[in-house]
Structures are given as C-alpha cells and as structure tokens.
T-cell receptor, first 112, second 109 residues
Framework: DAGITQSPRHKVTETGTPVTLRCHQT?????MYWYRQDPGHGLRLIHY???????DKGEVSDGYSVSRSKTEDFLLTLESATSSQTSVYFCAITSDRGLGYTFGSGTRLTVV | GQQVMQIPQYQHVQEGEDFTTYCNSS?????IQWYKQRPGGHPVFLIQLVKSGEVKKQKRLTFQFGEAKKNSSLHITATQTTDVGTYFC?????????FGAGTTVTVRA
C-alpha cells in the first residue's frame, strides 16, 4: 500500500549474523508494528511502537530488538540470526489503535 | 492472554458455491477486524465490526459480529476465483491486534 515500505524485500543471511529490517512510513501514523508470518501460525506480533522512542514487546520478541528514533522509521534487528527466524516479516501502521492496519509488502528472510 | 481462533484452517470451494469461516475469541472484543491476504501478498484490511450483532456487507461478502462480541463470521456467496487467499480475523487488545491463524481458501473452477 502507498505510504508504507519495507526494505529489503528479500534477504538471505548466515546464522549468527546481525540483520536489520526497515519499515518506513509517510503517513505520520503514531502506531507501528512488526509481525512475523509462518505457516500454521498466522501473524504473530514481535514488537510494536506507540510513538517515537516508545516501544514494547509482543508475543514472540525473544531474539529481536527494535528502535524508533523518528516517526517514519521503525527498525527491527535480529541480534544474532538463527534458522528459527527464517520467516516473512510484515510491518504495519495505524493512526489509532482501534482502527484497521495498513501492512507493508513484507520482507522474506532466510537464515542459512 | 487474548486468543483468537479461526475455523476451518482450509476451505476448498467449488466456484459458485457459498462458504462461511468462523472466528472465536477467548475474551469479549471491543471490535473485530477482517483481513484478506492473496497468495504471495500482504494482509489487506477489509472491514471492522464494532456493535453487538452487527452485520455488514461488501458485495458477496457478509460479515457478522456475535451478540456477545466474542465471535464473528465471514460468509461468501457465489465464490469466484478472485476470492482465493487467506482470510484473517483480528481482535484488539491494548495497543495491538491478535490475529487468528487464518482460513486459506482455494477455489475449483
């Protein structure tokens, strides 16, 4: 959707290396989220942000960290990638926590 | 914590037939949202239901929110090949949405 972009779209990395995924929005929305999607598990929340420098953990946050130094950017870092972190990662935004989310196109990450 | 369950996980439908997918929450929801994800794509917001017993329609899709605001359904009439994809329901909790595992729909022409 217009207004939210994720980079990179695809990445292959080696076990033990750090990886950073970027979510960029031009909507000036307050709330940003990182989800991972795996077969049979739907969308599981990793971390979320409710403002600049305001972040919190989701249900599957172990092994991940986030930063939000600007409204428009929400970074997800895998400190030391493991094969279990092979997944599709989606960023989402919303202007109000009760409203529908707009998702980015996703990043397909493979850890070998 | 809040859990959202969806059934069935898979739905194989003959083109032209109707089907329904169901969503159940372990807790009362302030609202329920539905999303569609096409194969290889990203989830796209379809609709939000807020009121107890609310029914909303989008062309051949009918969304319903239960009286107790703990369950919801999506009914598709006269299924078309364009309906292929995974349909997710989601319920809000604090700042975040909890998604069901989704119903993946395939259509036989």
């Amino acid at each position: 959707d217009a207004g939210i972009t994720q980079s990179p779209r695809h990445k292959v990395t080696e076990t033990g290396t750090p990886v950073t995924l970027r979510c960029h929005q031009t909507e000036n929305h307050r709330y940003m989220y990182w989800y991972r999607q795996d077969p049979g598990h739907g969308l599981r929340l990793i971390h979320y942000s409710y403002g600049v420098k305001d972040t919190d953990k989701g249900e599957v946050s172990d092994g991940y960290s986030v930063s939000r130094s600007k409204t428009e950017d929400f970074l997800l870092t895998l400190e030391s990638a493991t094969s279990s972190q092979t997944s599709v990662y989606f960023c989402a935004i919303t202007s109000d926590r009760g409203l529908g989310y707009t998702f980015g196109s996703g990043t397909r990450l493979t850890v070998v | 914590g809040q859990q959202v369950m969806q059934i069935p996980q898979y739905q194989h439908v003959q083109e032209g037939e109707d089907f329904t997918t169901y969503c159940n929450s372990s807790t009362t929801l302030s609202n329920i949202q539905w999303y569609k994800q096409r194969p290889g794509g990203h989830p796209v917001f379809l609709i939000q239901l807020v009121k107890s017993g609310e029914v909303k329609k989008q062309k051949r899709l009918t969304f319903q929110f239960g009286e107790a605001k703990k369950n919801s359904s999506l009914h598709i009439t006269a299924t078309q090949t364009t309906d292929v994809g995974t349909y997710f329901c989601a319920g809000p909790h604090d700042y975040k949405l909890s998604f069901g595992a989704g119903t993946t729909v395939t259509v036989r022409a």
